[in-house]
């Protein structure tokens, strides 16, 4: 059985950084990637890696400022988030699927395997 889980939101001053962790288990060579979702906002795709680490997307609002990278011993996939605006204030999910990220990476319902969510909250 597949379980993802995200751990490292919470709540930071406009920019600050934070790290999102997610721990993936019952799945190998997968892709995975970032989404969020604001209240009353449509969830949108953040940023996404591939089995092995050497293609990455991201959103262009997020570029430069969001760094994914994937630990593959552990398992566990990252999203390094600095220079936060208070825009960037949303739940983020991670989702995966095996070895590439969708066509195009943003589909988020060609990702089968979701985590519950952990909350970013960015102050002004």
């Known amino acids: 059985q597949v379980h993802l889980v995200e751990s490292g939101g919470g709540l930071v001053q406009k920019a600050g950084s934070l790290r999102l962790s997610c721990e993936v288990s019952?799945?190998?060579?997968?892709?995975l990637g970032w989404f969020r979702q604001a209240p009353g906002k449509e969830r949108e795709a953040v940023s996404c890696?591939?089995?092995?680490?050497?293609?990455?997307y991201y959103e262009d609002a997020v570029r430069s400022r969001f760094t994914i990278s994937r630990h593959n011993r552990n398992n566990t996939v990252y999203l390094q988030m600095d220079s936060l605006r208070p825009e960037d204030t949303a739940m983020y999910y991670c989702?995966?699927?095996?070895?590439?990220?969708?066509?195009?990476?943003?589909?988020?319902?060609?990702?089968?395997?979701w985590g519950q969510g952990t909350q970013v909250t960015v102050s002004s």
């Open positions: 989702a995966a699927r095996r070895y590439e990220c969708s066509e195009p990476w943003y589909y988020s319902d060609q990702y089968p395997y």
């Open positions: 019952g799945l190998t060579d997968y892709a």
């Open positions: 890696i591939n089995w092995s680490g050497y293609i990455v």
